[in-house]
């Protein structure tokens, strides 16, 4: 992963990521997988099309995340102070005993 995009969800960020943050990700996203800092002109329009996409993309995915467990001001906007039964958490999983006696001793 490229090490100047940083993480916009809490806890990471204090605060909402700022579209500006949202952008200068997308940005450096596009320079890493188009290989170029800058287009040449006749890329331009592309380049500057994909980091629109991409930074949409962005906003809508940390939009629509929540995050439980956390601390501060976004775990409470997102309720996770109550944790909520999932099928996969409802049953603990426990190896079965067939497994355990198929495995040949050392």
């Known amino acids: 992963m ?3 995009i940083k993480t916009l969800r809490p806890p990471a960020l204090p605060e909402e990521a700022t579209e500006d943050e949202i952008r200068a990700a ?3 996203y596009v320079r ?3 290989g170029f800092r800058a287009p ?3 890329n331009q329009e592309v ?3 994909a980091v629109e996409v991409i930074a949409q993309a962005t906003a809508e995915l940390l939009d629509g995340l929540e995050i439980r467990g956390g601390t501060g001001s976004a775990a409470r906007a997102t309720g996770s102070a109550a944790p909520s039964a999932s099928p996969s958490s409802a049953s603990p999983s426990s190896p079965s005993p067939s497994s355990a006696a198929s495995t040949p001793a050392a």
């Open 47 to 49: 380049f500057d099309h």
């Open 40 to 42: 040449a002109a006749h």
């Open 32 to 34: 890493k997988v188009s």
């Open 26 to 28: 997308a940005l450096q």
């Open 2 to 4: 490229c090490r100047s």
